[in-house]
């Protein structure tokens, strides 16, 4: 720990040095030395971003703010990238005396950098308040919701009644399921539902497994539970790895959906590889895959895909 | 205190630390309690599958409470968590009335087991916070409490999101920790 402080301490005081150094010999700042020669990707954006909150300069600072309050506004969004960027990495140009004309395709990857910086600090706000949002059985909106997760899932036997002892089997605790949203709120439901609408097969599959007799786990509680697993990763800022690695897509609700679907379906494939004896070893076979998880996402390089062409033989 | 300390302590003191089991139906707050008695965040819970476990200092005690899943596809394990418990808590949602006699079943056939016979037994009235919530002296009457005569009990009234009512039914716990023989 005493080590650790005293190299922040030494770093904090030695990066200025570093950095004029480096770039008087390679004549480039620590941006363009990002941008040019780290891998695209989590690899570039993190440092990027870490580069910018580091910075004592002014100009730097005000930028960041500056972007920081148009998350706050909700105004972070593609139509408005061009206002809210164009200025931003001129100002970053002047700052650090770089030539626009010299240096295009620093601007294309710096600017891809600070939307995706910027797209994942939305992502966090906009997360954060589907769970906070509570369900609520008066909300039509919501009352649909459930009632096409059901249908989704189980298309042949149709519901009986809205409180019924079937929701338990797609796994939820009782009669309700609007007590067991808890603490995840709508989030949970939006994910299962995300789930079942974008991957129905492989979400019957996983359902499937659900029902094993003796590897059998509850279908919906698992589900809200990597519902909250992955909203810590997405704030502790370990998703960052599969967020920024997405190359079609900048980080959004959506992803976010499909990083759920990834966790469901490996959590799945863990525990049936697992054998458990009963649901009681649920806690610490979730622990270990956590601990998987974070380690693949502590590798800048990994890829996450489900392999859905192995399910439908 | 250095590690081996605290270590050389634990050791000499072996009847400080004690199992508590923490049991009721799904919904009732048991992992909420559990993060309130370890002072962790309560706002990001989720329904247990399985059971969570936490260890937590109070009074000198070193507390190893067990919160069990409540669903009905769980309860027939808890039996497999009745060994050694020192205290049972016992956690009632004071606001679902439709399922009070299921949990006064429930809590009834739990006192009938052997292996929880003579067990102290704390019950959290829970949830005193919503507006429908039936005040603990009714839930004590619902659930049977004065009938009890095997074992000494306490019914205490809470709100476990926000702690109100733990840390007195926590105080309970400490002053009736069985002696081990």
């Not at chain 1, 363009?32 to 910075?55: A, F, P």
């Not at chain 2, 199992?19 to 992992?31: E, I, M, V």
């Not at chain 2, 329904?47 to 027939?76: C, E, H, M, Y």
């Not at chain 2, 009457?141 to 039914?169: F, P």
Request: aromatic residues 10%; contains cysteine; charged residues 25%.
């Amino acid at each position: 720990m005493i080590v650790f402080n005293i190299w922040s301490v030494l770093q904090w005081y030695l990066r200025p040095f570093i950095k004029w150094f480096l770039r008087k010999t390679t004549r480039l700042c620590e941006l363009q030395r990002i941008c040019y020669g780290d891998r695209v990707g989590s690899e570039r954006t993190r440092n990027v971003e870490k580069s910018l909150m580091m910075s004592r300069t002014r100009d730097v600072k005000e930028v960041v703010s500056y972007l920081d309050g148009t998350v706050l506004q909700r105004r972070f969004i593609r139509c408005h990238f061009r206002e809210i960027l164009d200025p931003s990495v001129a100002i970053i140009l002047r700052v650090k005396k770089i030539n626009p004309k010299l240096h295009v395709s620093f601007i294309v990857s710096f600017r891809r950098c600070l939307e995706q910086i910027w797209s994942y600090r939305s992502l966090i706000d906009e997360v954060e308040e589907l769970r906070r949002t509570q369900f609520d059985s008066n909300n039509d909106e919501h009352e649909q919701m459930l009632l096409n997760l059901w249908s989704l899932l189980v298309p042949d036997s149709p519901l009986e009644g809205r409180v019924s002892k079937q929701w338990q089997h797609i796994g939820f605790q009782g009669d309700d399921p609007k007590t067991d949203f808890r603490g995840m709120g709508l989030l949970g439901l939006e994910n299962l539902l995300f789930f079942a609408t974008n991957y129905l097969q492989v979400s019957r599959h996983v359902l499937s497994h659900s029902l094993h007799p003796t590897y059998g786990y509850t279908y919906a509680i698992v589900g809200i539970n990597i519902t909250s697993m992955a909203y810590y990763l997405l704030k502790d800022g370990s998703a960052k790895t599969y967020m920024f690695n997405a190359k079609q897509s900048l980080p959004n609700i959506n992803l976010f959906h499909k990083f759920y679907c990834y966790l469901f379906y490996e959590f799945d494939k863990m525990w049936i590889e697992s054998k458990p004896q009963n649901i009681m070893e649920f806690s610490m076979i979730f622990k270990k895959f956590e601990n998987a998880v974070r380690m693949e996402l502590a590798d800048p390089a990994s890829v996450f895909r489900i392999n859905i062409e192995v399910d439908n033989i | 205190m250095g590690l081996l300390n605290i270590l050389k302590k634990l050791r000499s003191n072996p009847e400080k630390e004690l199992r508590l089991l923490l049991l009721g139906l799904d919904n009732a707050g048991k992992t909420t309690l559990l993060k309130q008695l370890a002072s962790e965040d309560v706002n990001q819970v989720t329904p247990t599958a399985g059971f969570n476990i936490k260890s937590v200092l109070s009074n000198g005690f070193k507390l190893n409470v067990w919160d069990i899943g409540g669903q009905r596809k769980i309860r027939p394990y808890w039996r497999n968590y009745f060994e050694n418990t020192d205290i049972l808590i016992y956690v009632v949602d004071c606001s679902d009335h439709q399922r009070l006699e299921e949990t006064s079943h429930e809590l009834a056939e739990l006192l009938e087991d052997e292996k929880l016979r003579g067990v102290p037994m704390l019950v959290y009235a829970n949830k005193q916070d919503l507006a429908t919530a039936l005040p603990s002296s009714e839930i004590a009457t619902h659930l049977g409490l004065h009938l009890i005569r095997d074992r000494t009990w306490q019914i205490q009234a809470c709100v476990a999101t926000d702690g109100t009512g733990v840390k007195e039914g926590m105080e309970w716990v400490c002053k009736n920790i069985p002696t081990k023989k």
